[in-house]
Nanobody, 125 residues
Framework: VQLQAYGGGLVQAGGSLRLSCLAS????????MAWFRQAPGKEREFVAA????????FYADSVKGRFTISRDNAKNIVYLQMDSLKPDDTAVYYC???????????????????WGQGTLVTVSS
């Protein structure tokens, strides 16, 4: 299984970015996909997650209303649209995947066995 995240970069506060994560080596349409992030000097934290069919979607409170997770099962890609970005959103963003994730575990990093390499998002004030 390979997860390749891309789309990060430098953006001013209030701006937008769209992250993408291309998955290979798995039956993508069967997997729960998630985004996590890790800021410098901080622990990794949950950002958003989406069930295989999009029926269940969760967001961290800190991004709710600003970020949108979506997926294209035909292209094996999960997206994270990030709007109204703040300097506090600066972090390395990682995509994660696993097949057997129950709703109550979707926000837990330990629920995911597959991780991408991360893409850096820097939001300037």
């Amino acid at each position: 299984v390979q997860l390749q995240a891309y789309g990060g970069g430098l953006v001013q506060a209030g701006g937008s970015l769209r992250l993408s994560c291309l998955a290979s080596g798995l039956t993508f349409r069967s997997y729960t996909m998630a985004w996590f992030r890790q800021a410098p000097g901080k622990e990794r934290e949950f950002v958003a997650a989406i069930k295989w069919n999009g029926a269940s979607i969760f967001y961290a409170d800190s991004v709710k209303g600003r970020f949108t997770i979506s997926r294209d099962n035909a292209k094996n890609i999960v997206y994270l649209q990030m709007d109204s970005l703040k300097p506090d959103d600066t972090a390395v963003y990682y995509c994660a995947a696993d097949r057997q994730v129950i709703n109550s575990s979707m926000k837990r990093g330990q629920a995911y066995n597959y991780w991408g390499q991360g893409t850096l998002v820097t939001v300037s004030s």
